[in-house]
Nanobody, 123 residues
Framework: VQLQASGGELVQAGGSLRLSCAVS??????MGWFRQAPGKNREFIAA????????IYGDSVRGRFTISRENAKNTVYLQMNSLEPEDTAVYYC???????????????????WGKGTQVTVSS
């Protein structure tokens, strides 16, 4: 499976952005969003199964970010509201191996990764 994240840009604090992740190939995967700021470890943001259901979120974004997917378009979204300068990072989408249905927070549990998209939040 190939993943392509897009939608990152420069935005002011308090603003919103929607990131997209286009999935080529078998899209029936648990999908996750992660981010990585300079000098920091990759951080879990959100995950969602291919069949929908309840997503899980990282503590730093719960209540501000929403993950969703549109299976007909093979696309996963990350709606980001109330953005803060601390949200500045490269954002990545990732997929767990096929036939795996459990949502997971660890980057090592995701097999396929797309190139990231830069989100910069100015104060």
């Amino acid at each position: 499976v190939q993943l392509q994240a897009s939608g990152g840009e420069l935005v002011q604090a308090g603003g919103s952005l929607r990131l997209s992740c286009a999935v080529s190939g078998d899209s029936r995967r648990v999908m996750g969003w992660f981010r990585q700021a300079p000098g920091k470890n990759r951080e879990f943001i959100a995950a969602l199964s291919w069949s929908g259901g309840s997503p899980i979120y990282g503590d730093s974004v719960r209540g501000r970010f929403t993950i969703s997917r549109e299976n007909a378009k093979n696309t996963v979204y990350l709606q980001m509201n109330s953005l803060e300068p601390e949200d500045t990072a490269v954002y990545y989408c990732a997929a767990r191996p096929s036939a795996v249905t459990v949502l997971h927070r660890s980057p090592s549990s995701y097999r396929d990764w797309g190139k990231g998209t830069q989100v910069t939040v100015s104060s």
